[in-house]
């Protein structure tokens, strides 16, 4: 395994680790899928728990697999948007500019994104195919696609559900929400316009990729009218999606096994099941040849 951490920007330390199987004459398989992996954090920093072990599994199915640590609050900054978009937009850049040397199917990169990870590779989901962006980086469009996405308890799908929601409240859900706004927009003031602009669900067209949602019914942090608002939106501009909401889970489940727990409400063998619907749903749905 080649493995390496490429640091990104010169100003803050914003990483990309590479995780790239081996090639070998005894293996048919000569190009291997891709896995973007975005941790969550609250855009606060990035979460080891939902990092290398979510990589661990998918190049034990065969994926090459990538982990973003993107611009967060920790690296001194007090707006993270648009860097986080252009962190991302980089991370994929690099990984299709090198599919020849690493073996990686330049048509089969996937984006996985954990709650706060979850609103950047929504938000990239939604975007990519912007001129600006593409523009930005010097690069052409094509090199930006990804060509499905995974969005696990995401986060911040929809701010102006979300502030509906939490509205005069307290409590967890509360204070990642107005953490999050507060990070995205750069000021603790914002409008219900502002609150738009930085939702992904206003964006969905017909360029997203499929999609894959999970999160559980009873998530106090990200409420599921959030997650439900952006599947209405896939489905209203047809694009292809699966959506598991499980009946019953703490936020943050990672893997929701014993390899990602902190705590003993992280186990949950039912939630578990998610990584292996994933991997059947990228293989029939999406990859299938």
């Known amino acids: 395994m080649k493995t390496e951490v490429i640091r990104l920007r010169d100003e803050r330390p914003v990483t990309l680790a ?22 969550g954090g609250g855009l606060m920093y990035t979460s080891n728990r939902e990092a290398e072990p979510v990589a661990a599994v998918f190049l034990s199915r065969g994926y090459h697999a990538f982990v973003l640590r993107y611009t967060t609050a920790d690296m001194g900054v007090k707006k993270v948007y648009p860097d986080i978009l252009y962190d991302l937009a980089k991370t994929v850049a690099i990984v299709r500019s090198k599919a020849d040397e690493w073996g990686v199917d330049a048509n089969k990169m996937v984006i996985v994104g954990f709650s706060a990870g979850g609103l950047l590779a929504a938000m990239y989901s939604t975007q990519w195919h912007r001129d600006w962006l593409a523009e930005s980086l010097g690069v052409s469009k094509n090199l930006l696609k990804p060509n499905a996405v995974v969005l696990a ?6 701010f102006v559900t979300m502030y509906n929601i939490f509205r005069g409240g307290v409590g967890p859900g509360a204070e990642v929400f107005h953490t999050m706004a507060s990070l995205m927009l750069g000021s603790e003031e914002f409008t219900l316009e502002k609150l738009r602009e930085i ?10 990729p499929p999609t ?10 990200v409420p ?8 209405h939106a896939l489905a209203a501009n047809k694009v292809p999606f699966e959506l ?4 019953s889970g703490v936020h943050g489940l990672s893997l929701a096994d014993k390899t990602t727990a902190r705590t003993s409400d992280q186990i949950n063998p039912h ?4 990584i292996d619907l994933v991997l059947s749903w990228l293989q029939n749905h999406v990859f299938k040849e």
């Open 224 to 231: 599921v009218e959030s997650i439900l608002s952006y599947a």
């Open 153 to 158: 308890y995401p986060a911040g799908l929809d």
């Open 244 to 247: 598991h909401v499980f009946a």
């Open 199 to 208: 939702s992904p669900v206003t964006y969905v067209d017909s360029n997203t």
């Open 271 to 274: 939630v578990a099941k998610w």
């Open 18 to 39: 590479t995780y790239v199987l081996d090639l070998s004459p005894q293996v048919s398989w000569e190009r291997r899928p891709a896995v973007i992996v975005c941790p």
């Open 212 to 221: 894959f949602i999970w999160t559980t019914a009873d998530d106090s942090v």
